[in-house]
C-alpha cells in the first residue's frame, strides 16, 4: 500500500536526539529550542516565535492571550481541524461559523464583516493546504472593527495577524511527531507569551539571567516542548529546503499528469491564486460529489494506494452545534468538503510511487 503520510524524517535526527541528551538538558528551552525559534523567526521576520507542545497547544496559548472570556464570539470556518475551535471554547468562546470559497477552500473573505457582532473577539484565518487566505482583506475588516487575528495553519506564513500558529504534527512539512510554535507578531503579547507558556512563571526571564529568581505571576499552563523532541524537529529545519523542494516535485507531478483529466471535466485540481506561492502540503482532487468520492477512495484503496477525506465540517459535528452557529448559509463548505480526497503525499515519495498513484487515479476514471 502507498500510504497518505509518512513522517518526515532526513537522517540526521537521531544525531540531533543524541546530542541533546549528552547536553544533559532534556527538558524544554534548552539549546534546540532556542534553534528552532530562531530559525522561525529569522525565516518569518516574526518578533517572537515559540515552540509548543502541538498547534493545539499554540492556538490555546493564542485563545488564553486574546483573554477571551465566556461569550465572546470567534469567526472561523467550519472547515478546519477541531483544535481552531476547540481552543476557544476552552475559555468559554461562542463559535461563529462563516462559508468557504469553493477554489481554496480558504475562509471566504467577504462573509466575515457580516458575521460581526459587538461580541465578536477574534478572527481566526486557517490556510487550507499551506495556500493563503485573502489576507489584506481580512485584515482591512479586523482593523476596522479592532479584533484580534489569530491563524491557524500548517507551515509557512502567520506573520499578518497578532499570532499566528503552527503544528508540527507528523502529518505536516516539518515535524516533531507532536508539536507546534505560536508566532507572536503584536509585540504587546510577547512578555505575557513567555510567561502562559511556562506555568505562569516568569521563568523564560530568569533563565535570561534579567531577574535572579523566577516566581507564579499569572494564570498559564505548560505549553512547552521537550528538547528531545525539538532536536528532531531542528534536523528537519536543517533541511527545509530540500523537504520543500521534494514535496514540491511530487506535487507538481500529479498536477501536470492529471491536468487532462481535469480539462476533460473529470475531476478538480487544487487553485493556488497567483498572488500566492504555497509549500506543497497537501494535493486533494474534488470528485462530482459525496458518492463518486467514496468510490474513487475505495477503488485507490483495492489498487494499493491510500487516499483520504479531510474535514467533516465542524458546524454540523456534535461539538459544533453545542458552540457555534453557521452565520450565513452553508453554500460551498459541506458541499466541497463531500467531494474532497487527498492522495499520497510526503517527503522521499519515489519516482515509482508517483506513477502508481497517477496510473490507478486514471484508472477510476477510464473505469
Ligand atoms: C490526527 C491528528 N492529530 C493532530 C493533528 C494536528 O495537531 P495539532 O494542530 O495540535 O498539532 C492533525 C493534523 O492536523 C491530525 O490529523
Redesign the pocket.
Known amino acids: 500500500m502507498i500510504p497518505f503520510n509518512i513522517p518526515p524524517c532526513v537522517g540526521t535526527e537521531v544525531e540531533t536526539i543524541k546530542q541533546a541528551i549528552s547536553n544533559r538538558k532534556i527538558c524544554g528551552d534548552g539549546a534546540f529550542t532556542k534553534r528552532c525559534q530562531r530559525w522561525i523567526e529569522d525565516k518569518t521576520g516574526t518578533n517572537k516565535a515559540l515552540l509548543t507542545t ?4 499554540a492556538l490555546e496559548m493564542a485563545a488564553l492571550l486574546c483573554d477571551i472570556r465566556p461569550g465572546d464570539e470567534v469567526i472561523l470556518p467550519s472547515y478546519t ?1 477541531s ?1 481552531t475551535a476547540n481552543a476557544f471554547v476552552l475559555f468559554g468562546a461562542k463559535l461563529v461559523f462563516v462559508d468557504i470559497r469553493p477554489n481554496t477552500m480558504n475562509t471566504n473573505e467577504h462573509l466575515i464583516e457580516n458575521a460581526i457582532t459587538e461580541k465578536t473577539k477574534v478572527i481566526v484565518p486557517v490556510h487550507y493546504a499551506g495556500v493563503a487566505c485573502e489576507m489584506d482583506t481580512i485584515m482591512d475588516v479586523a482593523r476596522r472593527y479592532n479584533l484580534l487575528v489569530v491563524y491557524y495553519k500548517g507551515r509557512a506564513l502567520g506573520t499578518i495577524g497578532d499570532f499566528g500558529c503552527y ?3 507528523e ?1 505536516k512539512n516539518y515535524s516533531m511527531g ?3 510554535a505560536v508566532l507572536v507578531n503584536n509585540p504587546t503579547f510577547v512578555e505575557r507569551a513567555e510567561i502562559v507558556r511556562e506555568k505562569g512563571t516568569n521563568r523564560s526571564r530568569f533563565l535570561r539571567g534579567q531577574i535572579d529568581k523566577y516566581t507564579w505571576v499569572d494564570c498559564g499552563s505548560s505549553y512547552l516542548p521537550s528538547e528531545l523532541n525539538a532536536a528532531y524537529l531542528w534536523a528537519q529545519l536543517e533541511k527545509a529546503d530540500e523537504i520543500n523542494e521534494n514535496r514540491l516535485e511530487t506535487w507538481n507531478y500529479y498536477y501536470e499528469h492529471l491536468k487532462p483529466l481535469a480539462d476533460a471535466g473529470k475531476l478538480e485540481l487544487p487553485h493556488i491564486p497567483s498572488e500566492c506561492e504555497h509549500n506543497a502540503h497537501m494535493f486533494y482532487v474534488k470528485l462530482k460529489n459525496l458518492q463518486e468520492r467514496t468510490a474513487f477512495i475505495a477503488y485507490l484503496k483495492k489498487q494499493g494506494v491510500q487516499s483520504v477525506f479531510h474535514y467533516i465540517p465542524l458546524h454540523s459535528a456534535p461539538a459544533g452545534l453545542k458552540f457555534g452557529r453557521f452565520s450565513g448559509e452553508d453554500v460551498f463548505t459541506t458541499n466541497e468538503s463531500e467531494r474532497l480526497a487527498r492522495l499520497p503525499m510526503y517527503y522521499g515519495m519515489t519516482e515509482k510511487d508517483r506513477q502508481t498513484v497517477i496510473r490507478t487515479v486514471k484508472g477510476f476514471f477510464e473505469g
Do not use: A, L, P, Q
Not at 502541538?54 to 497547544?57: A, C, F, L, V
Open positions: 502541538s498547534g493545539t497547544d481541524f483544535s503544528s508540527f504534527h502529518t507532536e508539536g507546534g
